[in-house]
């Protein structure tokens, strides 16, 4: 089955899951098992769908490891789905503890469908306790998949884990500055053509930096560099990720950040930008404020760049966004 066949399944689930107001509340596990027949298993994806991720991903994640008849080919789809409709919807409700548990979303990155990695790169930034750092290295292993979408969910579960991610960063880098290595379609996958993969390969490098930058604390020039050549539509949320890592520097380490003057133009260009979200903006002009508070012997051109993007800003019609930028001009302008 494709991915594009896995997406439609998800959507169909999830719709029907979110209408269940009857959803049965035995034994999840006793539920499961009739994920081996056919003409049960939708009932038991749309109802085992519409309770607590809590009850149901754990004892879903063990059938997977344990249970023969869950790992039939066609069952085992089945059971992916249902785990795609509990974390795709509320996945943060769930936490992933038992080594069990962990192999089987580890069984789950060397399916043959794309659609399945996904479910299972994502489901593993939920897992908590001593298993994080086996989910650290196999997200790490799946940063080499062939498919842009599971190396994308990979880098964005990394990002959860924080510093306790950083074996991640090297790999992390080297994606970052050179880009997934283009691979031929799946059988009975269409071409994407080279526009899609270029918008891929953007949107890729674009959730990699905010991974880089909640691993590592931040960015280095180069990287900030690449950022800035990536299509405009794909660069917002780093340019966000990047004014949040400004907002938490200490303020005895700003003025000696190497890729300071790198990020202060880089979110300058964006907090003035007004395709971004207000709320957005406004982040990146309280970024600003706070760098030109503590960062001593700024070059006058990123002065002059912080400036101009409270400049914007005061002239915006989100109020607090104004009011904060015209309060910054009177204090720095």
Same mark, same amino acid.
């Given at each position: 089955m494709t991915r594009s066949s896995l997406v439609r399944a998800i959507a169909f689930t999830t719709l029907l899951g979110a209408s269940s107001a009857q959803a049965q509340t035995s034994d999840p596990l006793l &539920?499961?098992?009739?994920?081996? =027949?056919?003409?049960?298993?939708?009932a038991v994806v749309r109802e085992l769908g519409a309770l607590s991720p809590q009850k149901v991903v754990g004892p879903l994640?063990?059938?997977?490891? *344990?249970?023969?008849?869950? *790992?039939?080919?066609?069952?085992? !789809?089945?059971? !992916?789905? $249902?785990? #795609? @409709?509990?974390? +795709? +919807? &509320?996945?943060?409700?769930? @936490? %992933?503890?038992? =080594?069990?548990?962990? *192999? /089987?979303? @580890?069984? /789950?990155? /060397? +399916?043959?469908?794309?659609? %399945?990695?996904? @479910?299972c790169a994502r489901a593993l930034g939920l897992v908590e306790g001593e298993h994080r750092a086996t989910a650290v290295d196999e997200l790490t292993l799946a940063l080499s998949d062939r498919d842009p979408m599971v190396v994308a969910t990979a880098a964005g579960s990394l990002a959860r884990f924080g510093p306790a991610a950083s074996p991640a960063l090297p790999r992390l880098r080297d994606l970052l500055v050179d880009g997934l290595a283009p691979s031929p379609p799946e059988p009975g996958e269409v071409d994407p053509g080279p526009e899609l993969l270029v918008a891929l390969d953007h949107r890729l490098?674009?959730?990699? #930096?905010?991974?880089? %930058? *909640? %691993?590592r604390g931040g960015l280095d020039a180069e990287e900030l560099a690449l950022l800035r050549g990536l299509a405009p539509r794909d660069q917002g949320g780093p340019a966000l990720a990047v004014s949040g890592?400004?907002?938490? $520097?200490?303020?005895?380490?700003?003025?000696?950040?190497?890729?300071l003057a790198e990020a202060i133009r880089f979110v300058a260009e964006h907090a003035g930008d007004s395709v971004q979200p207000s709320r957005s903006r406004l982040d990146m002009v309280r970024a600003l404020g706070r760098v030109l508070s503590f960062a001593s012997a700024l070059p006058d051109a990123d002065r002059s760049a912080a400036i101009e993007a409270f400049l914007v800003g005061s002239m915006d019609e989100h109020d607090e966004l104004r009011e904060l930028s015209i309060h910054l001009l009177e204090t720095h302008g």
């Open positions: &539920r499961l098992k009739e994920l081996e =027949d056919p003409r049960l298993a939708p994640l063990l059938a997977l490891e *344990r249970s023969p008849g869950l *790992r039939a080919a066609a069952t085992r !789809y089945r059971a !992916y789905e $249902l785990l #795609a @409709v509990l974390v +795709e +919807e &509320r996945g943060s409700e769930a @936490v %992933i503890r038992h =080594d069990a548990q962990v *192999r /089987g979303l @580890v069984g /789950g990155l /060397g +399916e043959p469908v794309a659609g %399945i990695r996904i @479910v490098r674009a959730n990699l #930096a905010a991974a880089r %930058i *909640r %691993i890592w400004l907002a938490a $520097l200490e303020p005895a380490r700003m003025s000696a950040e190497p890729a």
